[in-house]
């Protein structure tokens, strides 16, 4: 009796914990956690708003589960499904997509509505990575140029909507994937020399509000109660932290409502003031630790597959980091790229979480496998 207790004990944890990777949990765990004590004090201690971020948690930490469970051979079987269906939603954003703000990013569903374009974060990759492996033994330039337009098509309903800052991200992914798989530095120093011959059309391309965004980050002072008001503050804000930081729930230019966005894209500028340069330097190091990790598992991946899959994923995730600490500090534009973990939302989250499953699902199907 004792001893069949133990073998259903054993095989529970085993469905359980079998496929979690726990450097990475733990990493990110951590991550979470951190985001809700900012978004505590961001938030001005609305407790209904952190209810519903842990309740966005738990969702995303059961996607996360159950990518990490999916029998390793179903990720190459819903590459192209999701990218498929990926494309419609694009396709029915643009033609009854929910316009807000002067964009058309979001569909209803029933009781509920979504990003679909946060999908193609993951939908992109997948397809490259599934499409480059099915040519393996022999990628060509034309593998190259059909995977390109794989990437070109999504992107460019994405960049209609228009959402610049998301079309980056997706558009960053496929480029990853492109590199890893090995493409030819003389290639990409041609596609640099056509995108550097393009600027001035590109340039006209760009909304107004685009183009002001660039200018804005070249001189914030030029409006400094309009365009360039939330780079002036989130900077103010991440400089008045000093070493230790004013302390939770003590931020000035959080408190006193100078700080746009501060649950969602400013959420890092309402950390740096409490939690000051040492805070942000850990908040740097956890960020590293879980990049570090997906490009171990990516470099310990058994097949071209799942190597490009990982390795774009994981780029992708540090892409996602980077352009928001980079826009809250005025390096960057401000593009609309939540600080991942830590904004507020549920579709990015969830995203994020699809990431971390999928990067367990290489980890722990390739360490069964040996065993």
């Given at each position: 009796?004792?001893?069949?207790?133990?073998?259903?004990?054993?095989?529970?944890?085993?469905?359980?914990?079998?496929?979690?990777?726990?450097?990475?949990?733990?990493?990110?765990?951590?991550?979470?956690?951190?985001?809700?004590?900012?978004?505590?004090?961001?938030?001005?201690?609305?407790?209904?708003?952190?209810?519903?971020?842990a309740a966005n948690i738990l969702v995303a930490l059961a996607a996360m589960w159950?990518?990490?469970?999916?029998?390793?051979?179903?990720?190459?079987?819903?590459?192209?499904?999701?990218?498929?269906?990926?494309?419609?939603?694009?396709?029915?954003?643009?033609?009854?997509?929910?316009?807000?703000?002067?964009?058309?990013?979001?569909?209803?569903?029933?009781?509920?509505?979504?990003?679909?374009?946060?999908?193609?974060?993951?939908?992109?990759?997948?397809?490259?990575?599934?499409?480059?492996?099915?040519?393996?033994?022999?990628?060509?330039?034309?593998?190259?140029?059909?995977?390109?337009?794989?990437?070109?098509?999504?992107?460019?309903?994405?960049?209609?909507?228009?959402?610049?800052?998301?079309?980056?991200?997706?558009?960053?992914?496929?480029?990853?994937?492109?590199?890893?798989?090995?493409?030819?530095?003389?290639?990409?120093?041609?596609?640099?020399?056509?995108?550097?011959?393009?600027?001035?059309?590109?340039?006209?391309?760009?909304?107004?509000?685009?183009?002001?965004?660039?200018?804005?980050?070249?001189?914030?002072?030029?409006?400094?109660?309009?365009?360039?008001?939330?780079?002036?503050?989130?900077?103010?804000?991440?400089?008045?932290?000093?070493w230790f930081g004013k302390g939770w729930l003590r931020g000035t230019q959080t408190?006193?409502?100078?700080?746009?966005?501060?649950?969602?894209?400013?959420?890092?500028?309402?950390?740096?003031?409490?939690?000051?340069?040492?805070?942000?330097?850990?908040?740097l190091a956890l960020f590293l630790l879980v990049i570090g990790r997906g490009l171990?598992?990516?470099?310990?991946?058994?097949?071209?597959?799942?190597?490009?899959?990982?390795?774009?994923?994981?780029?992708?995730?540090?892409?996602?980091?980077?352009?928001?600490?980079?826009?809250?500090?005025?390096?960057?534009?401000?593009?609309?790229?939540?600080?991942?973990?830590?904004?507020?939302?549920?579709?990015?989250?969830?995203?994020?979480?699809?990431?971390?499953?999928?990067?367990?699902?290489?980890?722990?199907?390739?360490?069964?496998?040996?065993?």
């Amino acid at each position: 009796m004792i001893e069949n207790r133990r073998i259903w004990l054993r095989q529970l944890r085993r469905f359980l914990v079998g496929h979690v990777d726990g450097p990475l949990l733990g990493y990110g765990g951590m991550l979470l956690l951190l985001g809700l004590f900012v978004l505590y004090s961001a938030s001005g201690g609305d407790l209904f708003r952190v209810r519903g971020q842990a309740a966005n948690i738990l969702v995303a930490l059961a996607a996360m589960w159950a990518m990490a469970n999916l029998p390793q051979q179903h990720l190459k079987r819903i590459a192209l499904p999701a990218y498929a269906i990926g494309l419609a939603l694009l396709l029915a954003v643009a033609l009854f997509g929910e316009v807000s703000n002067g964009a058309r990013r979001w569909l209803h569903i029933g009781v509920t509505r979504i990003q679909p374009s946060e999908l193609m974060k993951i939908a992109v990759p997948l397809m490259l990575a599934w499409y480059l492996d099915r040519h393996e033994a022999a990628l060509r330039l034309k593998n190259f140029a059909v995977a390109a337009l794989l990437l070109l098509v999504p992107v460019g309903l994405i960049v209609r909507q228009p959402d610049l800052g998301t079309a980056l991200l997706v558009s960053a992914a496929g480029f990853y994937t492109l590199f890893l798989a090995g493409i030819g530095w003389r290639i990409l120093a041609g596609l640099a020399g056509a995108m550097a011959a393009a600027a001035p059309l590109l340039w006209s391309a760009l909304h107004d509000y685009q183009r002001q965004r660039i200018l804005t980050l070249l001189d914030p002072t030029q409006d400094p109660l309009g365009a360039g008001y939330h780079i002036i503050q989130s900077t103010i804000a991440v400089g008045s932290g000093g070493w230790f930081g004013k302390g939770w729930l003590r931020g000035t230019q959080t408190h006193l409502d100078f700080l746009p966005e501060r649950s969602t894209d400013f959420i890092f500028a309402v950390f740096a003031e409490e939690f000051g340069l040492l805070g942000s330097l850990l908040l740097l190091a956890l960020f590293l630790l879980v990049i570090g990790r997906g490009l171990a598992i990516a470099l310990r991946a058994p097949t071209l597959f799942t190597r490009l899959l990982a390795g774009s994923l994981t780029l992708t995730f540090f892409t996602y980091a980077f352009v928001n600490l980079g826009m809250v500090s005025g390096i960057l534009p401000v593009v609309g790229v939540p600080l991942p973990l830590l904004s507020y939302g549920g579709t990015s989250l969830v995203t994020i979480c699809l990431v971390f499953g999928i990067l367990m699902n290489v980890e722990t199907h390739k360490r069964l496998v040996r065993t």
